[in-house]
């Protein structure tokens, strides 16, 4: 049972648009969500996240939406750069039990910012 | 960026070979995790340890062991290798901005023939 999904293997946008990437998660339980991005071979690096307290969370260029109802978030990036071409996983955790932290990820979205 | 390295950081070996991969922090955080990345799967925890001697399997620990003898070394071995388990191998710790968030390290290629 998946519970981070991210349902577009793939985005390409135009340099300067703007990119959205999404995330639906099943599990209500979660109280933390992340986002990392990783290019090839390298390890994921971690981007921006939001606790379940927040609707929004800005950093410069990428912002991260929250919908806790639809159990739904997105991440923003605010003008595209053709930098930003990565694939982008989406993650959320679970407090299971005081101090274990553990992430559950999506299988991520390849972004392709075209100049 | 979190000092993590890996080691090593490309291997070829064969089926029925035992393998340990190795990874090394300077933060001394407390927690670590070992993950594998594949096509179509994204990123799937193996296993993880809270503490010196603390571990806990994932959702993925058939085949593979760990080991935390020290704050700053997390092993992951595969007692005999299978082609099953070619994949790429990050590992990660947590503590920097808080216990949620994850660094990871520059990953393992791993090629099991």
């Known amino acids: 049972d998946q519970q981070v999904k991210q349902n577009s293997p793939s985005l390409s946008v135009q340099e300067g648009r703007i990119s959205i990437l999404n995330c639906d998660y099943t599990?209500?339980?979660?109280?933390?969500f992340l986002w990392y991005k990783k290019y090839p071979a390298e390890g994921p690096t971690f981007l921006i996240s939001?606790?379940?307290?927040?609707d929004k969370n800005e950093d410069g260029r990428f912002t991260v939406f929250l919908n806790k109802s639809a159990k739904h978030l997105s991440l923003h990036i605010v003008p595209s750069q053709p930098g930003d071409s990565a694939v982008y996983f989406c993650?959320?955790?679970?407090?299971?039990?005081?101090?274990?932290?553990?992430?559950?990820f999506g299988k991520g979205t390849l972004l392709t910012v075209n100049p | 960026d979190a000092g993590i390295t890996q080691s090593p950081r490309h291997k070829v070996t064969e089926t029925g070979t035992p393998v340990t991969l190795r990874c090394h922090q300077t933060e001394n955080h407390r927690y670590m995790y070992w993950y594998r990345q594949d096509p179509g799967h994204g990123l799937r925890l193996i296993h993880y340890?809270?503490?010196?001697?603390?571990?806990d399997k994932g959702e993925v620990s058939d085949g593979y062991s760990v080991s935390r003898s020290k704050t700053e070394d997390f092993l992951l071995t595969l007692e005999s290798a299978t082609s099953s388990q070619t994949s790429v191998y990050f590992c990660?710790?947590?503590?920097?901005?808080?216990?949620?968030?994850?660094?990871f390290g520059p990953g393992t290629r791993l090629l099991v023939l």
């Open positions: 990660a710790i947590s503590g920097v901005r808080g216990q949620e968030t994850q660094y």
């Open positions: 599990n209500s339980m979660f109280d933390y």
């Open positions: 939001i606790s379940s307290i927040k």
């Open positions: 340890s809270y503490g010196v001697k603390d571990t």
């Open positions: 993650a959320a955790s679970l407090n299971s039990g005081g101090s274990n932290y553990k992430l559950t």
